[in-house]
């Protein structure tokens, strides 16, 4: 059975965490990113086949917007890296991080912002596919993700692929083609 260790808000982890069993996984759930060094120490080297790191419970501070988004990326989105740092050592070869990018309040989050917090994110993936055991994948998910695609998603399985393969259709094989194609993405 696949060992999934989730951070981030209590009802996300919870929620996350139910996806997970219900797909046949264990989930270890923890709300304070703070306890992951001591968790993953616990559990120890190896043991857990893929992390999920959910938006974590943050209060945006501050007066001006360069205030509250300089708080938000000092205090949320580089805590990620630290928690990162602690997951790797439990981490099995061909492991999978699943990140979950969190979203700011309307009045601070604007398109560059958000462009640049996905960019952040991305970068901490490649970071620890450097430094983790062999074949790390890194998938990075919206705020908008369901629990369930993001439990698939960290199972290595395609939520879009999944409904198209439990789909019964009479498309053509250049319809079907084109759809499939139309769904990959190539990053690096």
């Not at 601070?108 to 970071?127: I, M, P, Q, Y």
Request: hydrophobic share 45%; with cysteine; glycine share 6%.
């Amino acid at each position: 059975m696949p060992r999934f260790l989730v951070s981030g808000k209590a009802e996300l982890a919870a929620d996350l965490a139910a996806a997970l069993r219900a797909e046949g996984a264990e989930a270890v759930e923890v709300d304070d990113v703070a306890a992951l060094p001591q968790v993953c120490a616990d559990a120890g080297p190896r043991a857990f086949d893929g992390y999920v790191q959910l938006p974590a419970k943050f209060t945006v501070e501050g007066d001006s917007a360069v205030e509250r988004v300089r708080h938000y990326i000092s205090g949320g989105i580089l805590a990620r890296f630290t928690a990162v740092a602690a997951v790797l050592p439990s981490l099995v070869p061909n492991a999978r991080i699943t990140f979950v990018t969190g979203a700011l309040p309307p009045e601070v989050s604007t398109e560059d912002e958000a462009t640049a917090r996905r960019a952040l994110v991305r970068v901490l993936g490649h970071a620890a596919r450097a430094d983790a055991p062999d074949g790390l994948r890194v998938d990075v998910l919206s705020p908008t993700s369901s629990a369930k695609e993001i439990a698939l998603t960290a199972l290595g399985r395609n939520p879009r692929w999944e409904a198209l393969a439990a789909a019964d259709t009479d498309e053509s094989y250049t319809d079907w083609r084109a759809e499939v194609l139309g769904l990959i993405s190539a990053e690096s």
